[in-house]
Structure formats: structure tokens, C-alpha cells
């Protein structure tokens, strides 16, 4: 009987424990600084390899890194060119050991096509929506992805990726959303996006109103090779929640065709 109940026991506390916040997921007493990547990885398709799909060099690029966000443009899930069962967020989120959420833009070969983030926290909610396309002009349709996680104890935060349209009318609606989507919330907020501007046009100049951009004398992030103009871009807000300790465009012309924007922030 005494054996029975111990094993009763044994079984109730392994039970117990399943949905339990695990040591290494709690999150720390304190934070200092954060490392923070944008990316628009092209599907995972080297330019100069055809069409071989190499998922293990976008990998590789953000492991060198060691980012705790990280903002991903150009994700296939499940697309004929891609490989059908193969899911890009959940793989790169695998491969470099961070948790994902990926949201869908359109529908591509047979599978979604969208923008993803992966972090480092543990991901506490998430939440997705499209950004407006004219219909009079046309455009791809584009969506965000955000996530709340919490980089400390009691200190939370949201991280968000965004791919804007290449028509200057869609970006200006597109981001003018963005805006009044987050304004009411009370956290702070990391917006990392390939927005197809430059830092002197319109869009670029309407969300300097409402963020900080980590540079304002933006290296070049496109094309991989003698770069020329800068698009690739990582936000925040409020000013009182981050200081910008540097920003840096990494020269990794082989995996994607942009290059990555790695941004270190203070924690303030």
C-alpha cells in the first residue's frame, strides 16, 4: 500500500511539473543590454546559388551573432520552392535554439509566405495582422508579427518584424497603422522591418515622428555587394526605454540578398 501511494504521488508531481516555467526560461532579476538583429532572408536562397535553399547559412549568420530578437522578412512555410514540409520560422528558430512565431502574408506555392520573429525569451503572447494595400494601385499584401516577452523580472516588452510594400502610397498607410496600433500600449516596443525606404523619405521621416531609429546615418544594407542604400532598419519607443550603444550592418554577401542590421541597445 505504502508503495502504491508513493507511486500515486510520484505520478501527481511529474504531472504537475509538465507546464512548469522551467530554471533557464525564468526570466532574470535584471537586464542590461539587448542585441537585436533585422533580416530579410530571401527565402533562404542564396542569390548566387540557383535555387538551393540553405537554411543552415541564414542559421549561421544569426548564431555569429548571438542576437536576443531577431526580425525576419521573406519566410517560406511549407512552399513548393522551398521544400514542402519545411517550415523556415520553426527550422531557423531550431537551429539557433530561439523560440518563433511567423505571420502569414500570402499565399505562395502551395504554402505561406510572411514575415516571422525569433527570441530568446520565451514567448509570453503574440499577435499578427495585415497592413493595408490600396486597391486602386495595387501591392503585395504585407502583415506584422509581434511578440510580448519578458527580458526581466516585471519588465516586459514587445518585439515586432514588418516587410513594408515597395509602392510609396502603401508604405505611408502601412506604417501609419503600425503607429496607431501600438500607441495605446503601455510596453515598450522593438520594430525591426525591411520597410523598402530610405532614411530621407516620407515613411522613414513620418515614423522617426513616433520612434527612435537606432542610426540616423544608416550604413547601406542593399546590395549585398558595394552596397548603396539603406532600407533594413531596427525602431523603438519610448526614448526612455532603450539607448543605442551601436549599430552595425554585417557584411555576409553569400546567404541572403540584404545584409543583416545588428543593433545593441542599454536597457534603460
Known amino acids: 500500500m505504502k508503495n502504491l501511494l508513493f507511486l500515486v504521488f510520484i505520478s501527481l508531481t511529474a504531472y504537475a511539473n509538465e507546464g512548469a516555467v522551467k530554471p533557464a526560461d525564468r526570466p532574470a532579476k535584471k537586464i542590461k543590454n539587448l542585441t537585436v538583429m533585422t533580416y530579410n532572408i530571401h527565402h533562404c ?135 496607431r496600433h501600438f500607441e495605446k500600449s503601455s510596453l515598450p516596443l522593438i520594430l525591426g522591418g525591411d520597410f523598402n525606404a530610405l532614411s530621407d523619405s516620407k515613411v522613414i521621416r513620418f515614423l522617426d515622428q513616433n520612434f527612435v531609429r537606432s542610426c540616423q546615418d544608416c550604413a547601406p544594407t542593399i546590395p549585398v555587394k558595394n552596397p548603396n542604400r539603406a532600407i533594413d532598419f531596427i525602431l523603438f519607443k519610448p526614448e526612455s526605454a532603450f539607448k543605442t550603444v551601436s549599430t552595425t550592418v554585417i557584411d555576409e554577401q553569400y546567404a541572403s540578398d540584404h545584409l543583416p542590421v545588428i543593433v545593441k541597445l542599454q536597457v534603460k
Open 45 to 179: 536562397n542564396p542569390p548566387s546559388a540557383g535555387t538551393k535553399i540553405d537554411v543552415e547559412a541564414i542559421a549561421n549568420v544569426i548564431k555569429k551573432e548571438k542576437p536576443d530578437f531577431v526580425a525576419l522578412q521573406e519566410v517560406d512555410v511549407n512552399t513548393e520552392r522551398s521544400g514542402k514540409g519545411l517550415n523556415q520560422a520553426r527550422e531557423l528558430a531550431r537551429l539557433t535554439g530561439m523560440n518563433f512565431f511567423f505571420s502569414k502574408a500570402i499565399d505562395h506555392q502551395g504554402g505561406d509566405y510572411g514575415v516571422a520573429v525569433l527570441s530568446r525569451f520565451p514567448i509570453l503572447d503574440s499577435t499578427r495582422f495585415d497592413l493595408p494595400v490600396d486597391a486602386t494601385i495595387g501591392g503585395e499584401p504585407r502583415t506584422l508579427a509581434a511578440v510580448t516577452v519578458e527580458i526581466a523580472k516585471g519588465k516586459k516588452i514587445i518585439f515586432a518584424s514588418t516587410h513594408l510594400d515597395l509602392k510609396e502610397a502603401n508604405r505611408l498607410t502601412q506604417s501609419e497603422l503600425i503607429v
